[in-house]
């Protein structure tokens, strides 16, 4: 069964403190893996998409890199508008043509300045 | 232009209305989602279009109706629901097919239902 689990649920860091979070998957077919960051009672905000173990996509303070079973969201020197939830997504290989994603549970960053 | 909206922002509607929550984007994306995401929980997909077809219904119940009446439009037309349905109504699009294309979200329909 398909399956995307992240870790940890929770995660308090002070201002500037660097740390990862985790996304491991179980799918058949890995056709994307995607990272979105979601605001308190807003719709998730796309951040990015990995295709294939090796590789890696940064913008700011965060880094995204993935492997044959797991990806990692790199948040270096982190800001308190860093704070929200990330969501973990996979896209796997379903018959016909349909787009559909399996979530994670998300993680919840607060960043304390 | 990544923009997805949804409109209302808020809704509140008793068990016995009926109710529509309308989405729009113009990125050319040629397949649409409704999502319903509970507190604390993941978005749930609910329905997929794929080029204006219904191509995924999740199970859902008969009171939530979508339609998709062009490639930019999507509509989900909800009557008699319970108080359980309250949550976040989601609405995105991507390109379709299994080529790995990112969805893009709206800011959601915040429902409650008395």
């Known amino acids: 069964e398909d399956q995307v689990t992240q870790s940890p649920e929770a995660l308090r860091l002070q201002e500037g403190e660097s740390s990862s979070l985790n996304c491991s998957y179980t799918?058949?077919?890995?056709?994307?893996l995607f990272w979105y960051r979601q605001d308190p009672g807003k719709g998730p905000e796309f951040l990015f998409t990995?295709?294939?173990a090796g590789e890696e996509k940064e913008k700011e303070r965060l880094k995204a890199t993935l492997t044959k079973k797991e990806s990692f969201l790199h948040i270096t020197a982190p800001k308190p508008e860093d704070s929200a939830t990330y969501l973990c997504?996979?896209?796997?290989?379903?018959?016909?043509?349909?787009?559909?994603?399996?979530f994670g549970t998300g993680t919840l960053l607060a960043v304390q300045p | 232009d990544t923009e997805v909206t949804q409109t209302p922002k808020h809704l509140v509607m008793g068990m016995t209305n009926k109710k529509s929550l309308k989405c729009e984007q113009h990125?050319?994306?040629?397949?649409m989602y409704w999502y319903k995401q509970k507190a604390k929980k993941p978005p749930e997909l609910m329905f997929v279009?794929?080029?204006?077809?219904?191509?995924i219904n999740e199970s859902v119940p008969s009171r939530f109706s979508p339609e998709c009446p062009n490639s930019s439009l999507l509509n989900l037309h909800l009557h008699a629901l319970q108080p359980e349905d309250s949550a976040l109504y989601l609405c995105?699009?991507?390109?379709?097919?299994?080529?790995?294309?990112?969805?893009?979200f709206g800011p959601g329909t915040r429902l409650t239902v008395t």
């Open positions: 990125m050319g994306h040629r397949a």
């Open positions: 995105a699009s991507s390109q379709p097919g299994t080529s790995g294309y990112e969805q893009y």
């Open positions: 990995l295709y294939s």
């Open positions: 279009y794929s080029y204006e077809k219904l191509s």
């Open positions: 799918v058949s077919g890995l056709r994307g």
């Open positions: 997504a996979v896209q796997a290989q379903y018959g016909g043509a349909t787009n559909k994603l399996i």
